[in-house]
């Protein structure tokens, strides 16, 4: 059987925090430099805008910049904390391995109430940590890889498309790679999937290793690095190239939580070998999406009291 994994977005933040969202931490940061701030374009094309309205008005070296900002906002979310972590918990307790886009120990502190990320080190195979294509953190023996960065490490918070395209770069470095074998060249992640001694310890492999079940994460179209790998994954399956289809057997299921289906989502993950399951609630409202996502967590725990 195959392990179960999750995805986790900030989405399951927001149903349970006195939230600190995106738009917040961005206006923040304009109202502090005194700059203009357009809401109405994606969140990594803001933050280019305001690194380059910050550039133009004060003549700061490009590298202070970015460590200032990504500062503030390690500075606003350090504090964070859970009046109730139900969702977190139930979510990441019926995982082999929780991949997340957030910056926060949420997570780690919903699995072990005794987490400090002062005392645990970050399992790093990587020299340069601004990309955590290999790095996790381990909690309560399952990994956690935080694959925009985390609070501990500034350069690694991923924000502006300089930043998304630098990941997308090594994520495509790390498994798209074709490696001599013999007579013919194949990609790593085709040689990680063929052979259990070929080491490839990138949160990447479990996309094609793991059923995943994605929650409380838009996927909105900026986050190009998990759309490339998408997409990726399912040239592989649908060419058949290097024979990946029998080796690409795991699935993935998007949970959208939300008033309305989002068909154009829908279409998009089904034509990339991904299942779109939508969970309806009547309002947006914080309580309706906590009691979908424990709902969520329940349907995995079931699947895993199945499997074993």
Avoid at 238 to 256: P, Q
Wanted: a neutral charge; proline letters at 2%.
């Amino acid at each position: 059987m195959k392990r179960q994994s999750v995805m986790l977005g900030n989405g399951i933040n927001r149903c349970v925090l006195s939230n600190i969202s995106w738009g917040d931490l961005l206006s923040d940061i304009a109202q502090v430099h005194e700059i203009d701030l357009n809401p109405n374009i994606s969140f990594p094309m803001q933050f280019e805008n305001i690194i380059n309205q910050i550039l133009a008005k004060e003549n700061n070296p490009s590298d202070n910049v970015y460590a200032e900002i990504k500062k503030h906002i390690i500075d606003r979310l350090r504090g964070a904390t859970l009046s109730d972590n139900t969702p977190h918990r139930l979510l990441a307790q019926e995982a082999a391995a929780i991949i997340t886009t957030n910056y926060d120990y949420l997570i780690e502190g919903s699995l072990d109430d005794c987490f400090s990320s002062a005392k645990i080190p970050f399992t790093s195979k990587d020299t340069n940590n601004k990309y955590n294509i290999n790095n996790y953190i381990t909690v309560a023996n399952k990994k956690i890889y935080h694959i925009h960065g985390d609070l501990r490490q500034a350069k690694s918070i991923c924000l502006g498309y300089e930043h998304y395209a630098g990941t997308l770069q090594h994520l495509r470095d790390t498994i798209a790679t074709k490696k001599d074998i013999g007579k013919e060249k194949k990609p790593a992640i085709i040689l990680a999937l063929e052979k259990e001694d070929y080491k490839l310890n990138s949160w990447a492999k479990i996309f094609f290793t793991d059923d995943i079940h994605i929650v409380g994460l838009g996927l909105t179209q900026s986050e190009i690095d998990i759309w490339w790998l998408i997409t990726y994954r399912a040239f592989l399956y649908y060419s058949n190239r290097f024979g990946a289809r029998r080796l690409i057997s795991n699935t993935i299921i998007y949970h959208d939580v939300a008033t309305e289906r989002d068909t154009n989502m829908e279409y998009a993950l089904n034509n990339c070998h991904i299942q779109y399951q939508f969970h309806k609630i009547t309002k947006k409202e914080n309580s309706d999406y906590y009691a979908t996502y424990v709902k969520i967590a329940e349907e995995l725990r079931k699947n895993s009291t199945q499997n074993q």
